[in-house]
Each structure stands twice: as C-alpha cells, then as structure tokens.
Antibody
Framework: DVQLLESGGGLEQPGGSLRLSCAAS????????MSWVRQAPGKGLEWVSV????????YYADSVRGRFTISRDNSKNTLYLQMNSLRVEDTAIYYC??????????WGQGALVTVSS | QSVLTQPPSISAAPGQKVTISCSGT????????VSWYQQLPGTAPKLLIY???KRPSGIPDRFSGSKSGTSATLGITGLQTGDEADYYC???????????FGVGTKVTVL
C-alpha cells in the first residue's frame, strides 16, 4: 500500500522558516510527480506546489512563490518543502500527495504548521 | 476566491441521488482533466474520480464523474450517511500554471 508520512510541522514565528518532509513508500517514488496541498483551519484545499518525478520541473502557487521551495531526494524516497518568510496566513495542515494521471492520487495524513507570534 | 465554482452545500435523504457541479473556464476545466476528492470530517482528502470519469480501485460505482465544456459534475447515487463529507473538484489551470481546487461542497444526508 502507498504510504506518505509528513513530518516537520510545528509552531513558528512570522518571518521564520520550517522544512517539511514526506517519507514515501509502497510505490516507485522516483517515477512519480509529487505535490504539496494545504488547508487552513476551517477552509478549503489550496494547492501549493508540484515537482516532477526527476525533480527538474517545479511549479508554485502565487501565494508561496519566492518563499517556498519544493525538492526531493529520490535516493531517500523523500519529498521536502522548505518554507521561508512564513506569514500568519501560511497556518494550515500541509498534505503531501502522489500525483499521477492528472490527479492527486494518494495523500498523507498531514502536518500542522502554525505561524504565530 | 477559487477559480472553480461549486455550490457550498447540498442535502438529500438516504438513498437519493445528488449531483455536484464544478464550473470553470477554458483555461482549466475546458482544457484539462477534472478530478474529484472526498474529505470526511477530520481526515485527509481521498481521490474519488480522476481524468473526468475514472474511479480508482476501491471506489464504488455509486460515484460517477462527467465533463462537458467548462463544467464538470460529480454524481452520487444511493446516498449513505457515510457520504457526509466535503467534496472538491480539481484541475490544472494553464493560465495560472498550477493546480486549482474548487471551493468545496458540503454534502449533508438528512
């Protein structure tokens, strides 16, 4: 079975940085594009970023471009999201997902990021 | 404000059929594949429909998807209390160069 396990969430002050990790198993990680999707408390889903299987192509939502960086280590089956210059409005549950056939096929359980002073 | 429009809520009795619409533009729904996701309370989203009308393994055929022009529809037949959830459509937007989700529709089983 596909398993995606996020880690690295927590409380950070505005302007600070956090790095999320997503450990993947149960599928050929190096052959799958991967995404980050977030959900603010009581709000809907917001796509954040996607990275190609080889890591050579990345795309970002306007709300995070220039502050967040998506990356992956295919030797470790791990996806990352480096979040800098954090804002209060970045507070959300962050989900990693396996992207295939134009959809987010499998999702992790999520990691909570709280940005507050 | 999402670029994909969904009704905020729908309610129906057990056993009934509901349809959820997802309206977009030529840069998103009109030019790409639509997916649908179910999010039960307190849980991560789950894929229900991909490439407009395909169901992943394990998804019952009570769930169906369709697309016409710049609109897509999720259908749920034989509504069950366990179907109470938020439902989101999603697709790639060529103008934004990113994936977009609808605002979500809360389904209530009366």
């Amino acid at each position: 079975d596909v398993q995606l396990l996020e880690s690295g969430g927590g409380l950070e002050q505005p302007g600070g940085s956090l790095r999320l990790s997503c450990a993947a198993s149960g599928f050929t990680f190096s052959s799958s594009a991967m995404s980050w999707v977030r959900q603010a408390p009581g709000k809907g889903l917001e796509w954040v970023s996607v990275i190609s299987a080889g890591g050579d192509k990345t795309y970002y939502a306007d709300s995070v471009r220039g502050r967040f960086t998506i990356s992956r280590d295919n030797s470790k089956n791990t996806l990352y999201l480096q979040m800098n210059s954090l804002r209060v409005e970045d507070t959300a549950i962050y989900y990693c997902s396996q992207r295939d056939s134009h959809a987010e096929q499998n999702w992790g359980q999520g990691a909570l990021v709280t940005v507050s002073s | 404000q999402s670029v994909l429009t969904q009704p905020p809520s729908i309610s129906a009795a057990p056993g009934q059929k509901v349809t959820i619409s997802c309206s977009g533009t030529s840069s998103n729904v009109g030019s790409g594949f639509v997916s649908w996701y179910q999010q039960l309370p307190g849980t991560a989203p789950k894929l229900l429909i991909y490439e407009n009308n395909k169901r992943p393994s394990g998804i019952p055929d009570r769930f169906s998807g369709s697309k016409s022009g710049t609109s897509a529809t999720l259908g749920i037949t034989g509504l069950q209390t366990g179907d109470e959830a938020d439902y989101y459509c999603g697709t790639w937007d060529n103008s934004l160069t990113g994936y977009v989700f609808g605002v979500g529709t809360k389904v209530t089983v009366l």
